[in-house]
């Protein structure tokens, strides 16, 4: 029986392309304009291009879905009650686009009643691509016909794990600087991949933990699938399920709970198993923690 989703597949690899050919045109260019939203992160002239193609190519195709883009916000389908929601970041790292770093993507996912059951994410400077629906597993190839399943690591201990991340300072914008930096100690490997290559490392295996303290949706809705559907997990800080928290942690699943021990960031201020300290207190706190689990 076939997925219910594969057409829905097949034509997120047609955004894909399209977005592609429109990014890639313009990447490296030395009149790209580039402007600095509100939130003083860079917009470019290809973001809204690719937003408004993949849009286009939605109302046409899908006209009675929603679509929720980083740079338009949401547009209504033409459902009364719609339970259908395309998620559009048009380019996923910004800055490396505007610098010249060929670590961005173009990442696309489908909702539906809550869920994300379709995700796309295409690196054209990369020449890489990684996909995933609900129920088939995860794959990676330069389309949608040459493909191979990915899954994540196997590795059970942070002493073997690698650990990558987008930036250290911003850690302490939730108040776990301390937190961080004492995970980060603990783990085998540490490297800054980014944005979400960081993720889609980890749904390959090569990397075993995933982590940012701020994101939107559009950040993380096709990464969440591709995560999940390669064996990971992939949640917020506070441990809700999926994209829908205001920040990120994917793992392999083995490893998820021993670095929310370090890491979880507790609601309504709570610090969890954490009080506030220097990183060998910070230290102390977890393995505590750890020893009174093993009993």
């Known amino acids: 029986m076939a997925n219910p989703y594969l057409d829905d597949l097949r034509l997120a690899h047609v955004l894909a392309d399209s977005a592609d050919n429109l990014s890639m045109d313009r990447f490296g260019a030395l009149d790209l304009e ?13 973001d809204k291009a690719v937003e408004e193609a993949i849009r286009r190519t939605l109302k046409s195709a899908r006209g009675r879905d929603l679509m929720l ?31 010249g770093v060929p670590v961005w993507a173009t990442l696309i996912a489908l909702e539906e009643a809550g869920e994300v059951v379709v995700g796309c994410v295409s690196a054209p400077a990369l020449g890489r691509r990684w996909w995933a629906m609900k129920g088939d597993g995860a794959h990676t190839g330069k389309s ?16 073997a794990a690698s650990i990558s991340y987008s ?11 301390n937190q961080f930096d004492a995970l980060l100690r ?15 490392l980890v749904a390959e295996g090569a990397v075993d933990i995933a982590a940012e303290p701020e994101l939107n949706l559009w950040d993380m809705a096709a990464l969440d699938i591709i995560v999940r559907e390669a064996g990971g997990q992939f949640t917020s800080l506070d441990g809700q399920p999926g994209p829908w928290g205001p920040n990120a942690l994917a793992t392999n699943g083995r490893l998820h709970d021993a670095v929310m021990a370090y890491i979880g ?5 709570d610090s969890g198993p954490f009080e506030s300290g220097s990183d060998e207190e910070v230290l102390d706190n977890v393995r505590q923690l750890h020893f009174n689990r093993d009993e």
């Open 265 to 269: 960031h507790f609601p309504s201020g």
């Open 144 to 159: 949608f016909r040459q493909t191979r399943p990915i899954h994540v690591s196997a590795v059970r201990e942070l002493s």
């Open 186 to 200: 603990q783990c085998w490997r540490d490297r800054a991949y980014g944005d979400f290559f960081s993720y889609m």
């Open 69 to 99: 883009g980083e740079e338009t916000g949401e547009h209504d389908g033409t459902a009364s009650n719609a339970d259908r929601r395309w998620i559009i970041d048009p380019i996923d790292g910004t800055a490396n686009f505007v610098r």
């Open 34 to 46: 580039v402007s600095t939203k509100p939130d003083m992160t860079y917009v470019t002239e290809s």
């Open 167 to 177: 930036s250290v300072p911003s850690w302490a914008d939730i108040d776990r600087q």
